[in-house]
């Protein structure tokens, strides 16, 4: 697997026709940098094409998770996709590309328990950065899982989602700082 800082890929210019960034760039410092190096690595023809989810998807898991760590007298962290989320995404890639076309998305993403949804819950920053030690992080999913249970029993947990797909083209070379967005 091969690993690289999203914001000085190690590519020649315009190596590629298209490039996708899925669901990352909300893990990106500056998504504004990450958005230049992919215009660079792009073609002049080529498409580059980003996802991510809303700042308000999941908002079922969101309620759960803020009240336990109230309860618990853990950290809130601000959520991480607010960095690049549906809301905020277009702006971010407007200086780095000419056309910027957004296709938002919703649906439901369907857990067949509330257990499934806790083992969705343990990967997410919100859980590891609310508590230093595994032992409150464990109390603080145990404390979700009942807010979870109260809320769907032990049945079909649904939680509603959604988010955008950015599909840019027209990356803006140096020196185009002079053309015009639409």
């Known amino acids: 697997m091969l690993q690289f800082d999203a914001t000085r890929l190690p590519f020649?210019?315009?190596?590629?026709?298209?490039?996708m960034a899925r669901h990352m760039l909300y893990h990106v410092r500056d998504p504004r940098l990450a958005a230049?190096?992919?215009?660079r690595v792009i073609s002049s023809d080529g498409l580059f094409v980003a996802t991510t989810n809303s700042s308000n998807s999941r908002p079922?898991?969101?309620?759960?998770?803020?009240?336990?760590?109230?309860?618990?007298?853990?950290?809130?962290?601000e959520r991480m996709s607010?960095?690049?989320d549906a809301?905020?995404?277009r702006s971010k890639l407007t200086g780095s590309f000419l056309g910027v076309h957004t296709e938002l998305w919703s649906g439901v993403l369907a857990f067949p328990t509330v257990?499934?949804?806790l083992d969705?819950?343990?990967?997410?920053?919100?859980?590891?950065?609310a508590f230093d030690s595994e032992e409150h992080r464990a109390r603080l999913a145990d404390r979700v899982a009942g807010i979870l249970r109260a809320q769907f029993g032990d049945g079909p947990a649904p939680l509603t989602v959604g988010?955008?797909?950015?599909?840019?083209?027209?990356p803006i070379r140096q020196g185009d700082s002079g053309r015009e967005h639409p």
Do not use: I, W
């Open 12 to 19: 020649r210019s315009e190596s590629f026709g298209p490039a």
């Open 36 to 39: 230049a190096e992919a215009a």
């Open 60 to 77: 079922e898991l969101q309620h759960a998770h803020v009240k336990a760590v109230a309860d618990l007298g853990g950290r809130l962290v």
């Open 82 to 84: 607010t960095n690049f």
């Open 87 to 89: 809301e905020s995404g």
């Open 115 to 117: 257990d499934a949804v």
């Open 120 to 129: 969705y819950y343990r990967s997410t920053a919100y859980y590891t950065m």
């Open 163 to 170: 988010g955008a797909v950015f599909m840019c083209r027209g």
